[in-house]
């Protein structure tokens, strides 16, 4: 009986290991960088009427921590990371509303059109008021981002 509950009680172990996932949503994805505080979980999904340009661009929308057509509110001067699994849909920061690859901006960016990986941005008193994230393959996937001052 002690050896059944103990090749039991290894088996249950196992499987509680193999199943960890982690940290990422699907086991493939690397952890992201340990000294970078993550602010924006960016993934792509089908887009649904609770998206602002629900009939408008592509039929695939970024969504930002969950919720998909998020307008972003950036302060000038903070640094912020956006953690970013979207294949197929390479993610950048631009001054054009449509994407597709128009407008991206690289002042401030690091690790611009990305499709798994970190994106930074620093926005500085050279940004516009409003920056949009966006797709550079898809038109519309993403959305608006307001730049404020501190």
């Known amino acids: 009986m002690k050896r059944i509950m103990y090749v039991f009680g290894i088996v249950i172990l ?5 199943c ?6 699907d086991g493939m994805m690397p952890d992201p960088d340990p000294d970078l505080e993550i ?3 960016i993934r792509a ?3 649904t009427s609770s998206h602002p340009l629900a009939n408008d661009g592509h039929s695939v929308a970024y969504t930002v ?6 307008t972003l509110e950036l302060i ?5 990371v956006f953690d970013i699994n979207t294949p197929s849909h390479p993610f950048y ?3 054009d509303e449509t994407g597709v690859g128009a407008g991206e901006l690289t002042n401030g960016v690091t690790g611009s059109m990305t499709q798994n990986g970190t994106l ?6 050279s940004h516009p008021n409003i920056l949009y994230y966006q797709c550079s393959v898809h038109p519309k996937m993403g959305y608006i981002i307001n730049v404020v001052d501190p």
Request: charged share 20%; net charge negative.
């Open 20 to 25: 960890s996932s982690g940290g990422d949503d």
């Open 76 to 80: 000038r001067g903070t640094k912020y």
């Open 14 to 18: 196992f499987l509680g290991v193999s």
């Open 93 to 95: 920061i631009s001054t």
């Open 45 to 47: 999904a089908a887009k």
């Open 120 to 125: 930074t941005f620093t926005p500085n008193s």
């Open 39 to 41: 602010d924006f979980t």
């Open 65 to 70: 921590n969950g919720g998909e057509g998020v």
